[in-house]
């Protein structure tokens, strides 16, 4: 069984710049959520896409936007990059369907932003 | 072994002890929790969850309570090893999607 893989593992860039990260989710899995989790902090969630359609969404502002592929892989995009972005952006896979599932996460992708 | 009644962010115990991290969800409509460890440079690992229709359920070498009443999730951790250091993370869910994390517990094991 193929756990949930997360690239690139590390990214740096600029204020103002735009990012794309990419998830494949855990085999046999529908459903992605993406979370970002600041330094010393819990996860925060961000969105999750169920049948490539947004499922759910975090406070965070329009620039955090998301895409779901068939195969259930999905891209985190964030536009307009602020300090602030800064931090671990972790991507979960689960099962939807039949009770509540148990989300599974990557290691994430560490984003700096000079 | 060590235990707390309230959460505290750090836990130093020694190995072999039973530990036991404590945890106060915020949502009373929140219907299924999980137990997250993560060990540095890497994402949060599932350990145990439990449905709200349940008080107890155990695992290998761990058990989680939970308390409806007052809002409350405990991890105890069996014999615990020095491979247990990690920060611990309670989450509620609600309706499947969004997770809601609570403050992490460093667990400290020394040997």
């Known amino acids: 069984e193929t756990g949930v893989t997360q690239s690139p593992t590390h990214l740096i860039k600029t204020r103002g710049q735009q990012v794309t990260l990419r998830c494949s989710s855990q085999?046999?899995?529908?459903?992605v959520s993406w979370y970002q989790q600041a330094l010393g902090q819990g996860p925060q969630f961000i969105f999750q896409?169920?049948?490539?359609?947004?499922?759910g969404r975090g406070n965070f502002p329009p620039r955090f936007s998301g895409l779901q592929f068939p195969n259930y892989s999905s891209e985190l995009n964030v536009n307009a990059l602020e300090l602030d972005d800064s931090a671990l952006y972790l991507c979960?896979?689960?099962?939807?369907?039949?009770?509540?599932?148990?989300?599974?996460f990557g290691d994430g992708t560490r984003l700096s932003i000079l | 072994g060590e235990s707390v009644g309230l959460h505290l962010p750090t836990l130093s115990v020694q190995e072999g002890d039973n530990s036991i991290i404590n945890c106060a969800y915020s949502?009373?409509?929140?219907?299924?929790f999980i137990w997250y460890k993560q060990e540095s440079g890497k994402g949060p690992q599932f350990i145990i969850d439990?449905?709200?229709?349940?008080d107890k359920r155990q695992g290998q070498r761990v058990t989680v309570l939970l308390n409806k009443t007052v809002k409350h999730l405990s991890l105890q951790i069996a014999a615990t090893q020095p491979g247990d250091s990690a920060v611990y993370f309670c989450?509620?869910?609600?309706?499947?999607?969004?997770?809601?994390f609570g403050k992490g517990t460093t667990l400290s094991v020394s040997s």
């Open positions: 979960a896979s689960s099962l939807e369907g039949g009770g509540p599932q148990p989300q599974h």
């Open positions: 085999s046999g899995h529908n459903t």
């Open positions: 896409y169920y049948r490539e359609e947004e499922n």
């Open positions: 949502n009373s409509a929140s219907d299924y």
């Open positions: 439990i449905r709200s229709n349940m």
């Open positions: 989450a509620e869910n609600q309706a499947g999607t969004a997770l809601i």
